[in-house]
């Protein structure tokens, strides 16, 4: 690391200076966010502030962002009527369809690998629009199931770009296919929910 004891000693020299002036310079920033970060959880009984990446906090506020919206199953109130028409009332939205996509866009690097889709186009045919038989499922009591199936076609452009080492762009037409499922309960029977 250092050819010879004059420079070990210089370096010695030069960290023991920094650490002296900084403890006196009257600079907190380290030492005051550390306080304020202890302060806040011994009042709000947590841990200390973590700070997370935007990369990170992204991928929490999507998951919850599917949570909310596509996973969870409806149960619907009876239909009144014997002979009453069901049929599926709602198809995918455009972003359940981009969700349900395999992810080839996320994770290049800036300037180096970039995948965008543009010219988005999709097409949403319903494939299956049936009901099952009224059964018993449990924390739901007697329900039956109305299946309703999508195939989503999504036509774009693919463009991969590279700015470094050779730059380059390369734009191609592509088409996938998602199956996306809507099944959800209706009660066979009962007073309506809330």
Not at 9 to 35: E, H, N, P, Q, Y
Not at 106 to 126: D, H, I, K, S, Y
């Amino acid at each position: 690391m250092f050819k010879n004891g004059k420079q070990f000693s210089r370096a010695l020299l030069l960290g023991c200076a920094c650490l002296l002036t900084i403890g006196t310079s009257g600079c907190t920033l380290v030492k005051g966010f550390a306080d304020v970060a202890y302060t806040g959880a011994v009042f709000w009984r947590t841990t200390p502030l973590i700070p997370v990446t935007a990369y990170w906090q992204q991928l929490v506020e999507d998951t919850y962002w599917e949570e909310e919206r596509y996973n969870k199953v409806p149960i619907l109130d009876p239909v009144e009527g014997e002979h009453a028409p069901l049929f599926c009332l709602d198809p995918p939205s455009p972003d359940e369809v981009i969700r349900a996509l395999p992810d080839k866009t996320g994770g290049g690097v800036w300037f180096l690998a970039e995948t965008t889709r543009n010219n988005v186009r999709m097409v949403v045919e319903p494939i299956v629009d049936r009901i099952g038989e009224c059964r018993f499922y449990p924390m739901v009591g007697p329900a039956r199931q109305h299946h309703c199936h999508y195939k989503c076609t999504v036509y774009y452009d693919k463009t991969i770009r590279s700015g470094w080492p050779i730059p380059f762009s390369n734009t191609d037409q592509t088409k996938e296919v998602v199956y996306i499922d809507h099944d959800h309960l209706i009660r066979c029977a009962g007073p309506p929910s809330e």
